[in-house]
């Protein structure tokens, strides 16, 4: 399935010269024996250094960003806080305060460094100057800090917790958690839904923002006491979906009513504190019944910026761009003819333009976009940008690519030169082998044009054909794209030998709306055809190869596809990878958490639509399986339910096909444990190579 996480950022989501505190506990296994010499391979990927999170100081001098190495022993990743002038002078340095835990740092408009620590036993606000040296503790909470925003002035902490929406305090949510934990009975009694959601069981609590001063004076006030939701929104929420208005006056938030319907509602609105008394709040969007999130205020405070969808339970329609006159609440859409779905919203000094992240073409771009007219212009070329910041002369941002993970780099506003590199938290990585990838294209379903990518095996010799893996990306609506990834990355597949072949079938994003609306109520059809035709489209173009030695490999919804093509087309490669895929539909319909996500790609729900649930369901063509598949599955897994990997391998046990089962009790819908994920990685390189042979 396809998670906000992907697409947003996703993440979402989390290391640089000379890092001898973080280059902990290396990984020694064994690595494939197919490896060529000196080539990349998920061993060095698993011990990569992460680099996330770039935070620009307000004189526009430094950079700030997370670094995360893998320590092996421990089995967890243990971060840092780099920091790094932007004048080209010096060397990165590590920020002492990283010794005793500290992410998410945030400049103040006051020049300190701000940041999440759990030092003192809970996870807090704290601060520190550009030194690192010292921290000071800003805030001190009876419950965990799990996201926060500085005011405008920084005297103010919005920040989000974990409470009880019953209570009136913080005591009351403090006691009902320790009666909670001290309780001797273990039964959990609901009468709505979540029941539970991503990788936990509802415990009653939602995030909720209250407002503390910096000064450490006065108690906490509950500005969002009353509503019934959460925000930042579980399970991939963060501080991007709350701010202070420019005043500092009032907290402008995204949030879902939960109610009953939470679980097909995709109606994010923004809301308007009444001040910061804890006194009410107003809906600022409610015409619109689709999502709307991100808010950002113009430097001079009459605009708010933000994205929003057009269409009600849809999670992977268009993000477009809507500008709110802050005085009349009067609304209009900017850029309403790019066809491509915008993310990371930021004005630009002068108010004139705003600066976004979207997907184009398999890559990530930063784009910048003339508020008035709407143009657009693309800022940076090839690769997958991450995240951004603005300098007094340009841009900072965190840049990866199918041969890079995540490196630091500046480029001027709109200028023509290439971004220079300030980074290099993988040195090793230099001397390592890397598949060349090449993106081509081909007719696809319904004679549309359709992109995806080969990549050659590390250390490719000319006139050789190759063993392949066949990648199918989740989502559906994603793309594998030009990018770095460290769950399933093309590059490790290169290195063991293999070549690999990446298709971006009709439902994947960064080719105009149109291209991923395709794919719903289409799960079985138009991407399979797109994927029968890229494969030869792919074997015709590239004579190395060897289209009768290959694996298809796939998670979540490419996990779906795997279990569809064992049953359509199945007569094509030599062994199947399924992780965390839909075995059975209808089973879906009821097991699954994210209700709208469904409902919409089956066309309602299973009692008024059935037909819309077995139309494409492996379940009813599991008679015609016969090719030998691997199954992982995540047994927190609660978008895709345990069930479905366990009636996948019981299906290929019974008819008597070569089948193994990985099971991991401790992971959700992707394996993120160091130690599992080298297990998993040993696993499906294992399984590949008892089935392919390269050529002698």
Known sequence: MRHRSLLSACAALAMLTALPALAEAPITEAEPAQAAERAFTYTDMLNANRLSDPRVSPDGTKVVYAVRATDMEANRGVSSLMIQNLNGEGE??????????????????????????????????????????????????????????????????????AVYPTCDDLACSVARGTEAAARKSTGQVYDRMFVRHWDTWNDGTQNHLFVVNADGSGDPVWVTHGFDGDTPSKPFGDESEFTFTPQGDAIVFSARVA????????????????????????????ANDAWDTGPVFSPDGKTMAYRAMARPGFEADRWQIVLMDVATGSKREVAANWDRSADTLQWSADGRSLFVLAGDVGQTKLFQIDAANGAVVPITGEGHVSAFEQTPSG?????????????????????????????????????????????FNFPGWNGETVHGYVIKPAGYVEGRKYPVAFLIHGGPQGSFGNSWSYRWNPETYAGAGYAVVMIDFHGSTGYGQGFTDAISEHWGDRPLEDLQKGWAAAQAKYSFIDGDNACALGASYGGYMINWIAGRWSDEFKCLVNHDGVFDIRGMAYGTEELWFTEWEYGGTHYDNPEGYERFNP??????????????????????????????????????IESRLIVFPDENHWVLKPQNSLQWHNEVFHWLDEHLQPED
């Open 92 to 161: 990165a340095r590590r920020l002492a305060i990283s010794d005793g835990g500290a992410n998410t740092a945030r400049w103040g408009s006051d020049g300190a460094l701000y940041f999440l620590s759990g030092r003192s036993g809970t996870s807090q606000v704290w601060k520190t100057d550009s030194t690192g040296a010292t921290a000071t503790q800003i805030t001190d909470l009876p419950l965990d800090v799990n996201a926060y925003v500085l005011s405008p002035d920084a005297s103010k902490v919005a920040v989000s917790l």
């Open 259 to 286: 109610g009953q319907t939470e679980p097909w509602s995709t109606n994010f609105d923004l809301f308007k504190t009444n001040g910061l008394t804890g006194e009410g709040f107003t809906n600022l969007t409610d």
């Open 395 to 439: 841009f900072v941002f965190a840049q990866d690519s199918l041969t890079s993970p995540s490196e630091l780099y500046v480029k001027t506003f709109r200028g023509r030169e290439m971004p220079r590199q300030i980074t290099d938290v993988n040195p090793e990585l230099d001397s390592r082998l890397f598949g060349a990838a090449e993106q």
């Open 619 to 656: 379940v009813n063509h599991v008679s015609e399986w016969k090719t030998p598949m691997l199954v992982v599955q995540g047994d927190r897994d609660y978008r895709i339910p345990t069930s479905q990997g366990l009636s996948t391998f019981t299906a290929l046990q019974r008819r008597g």
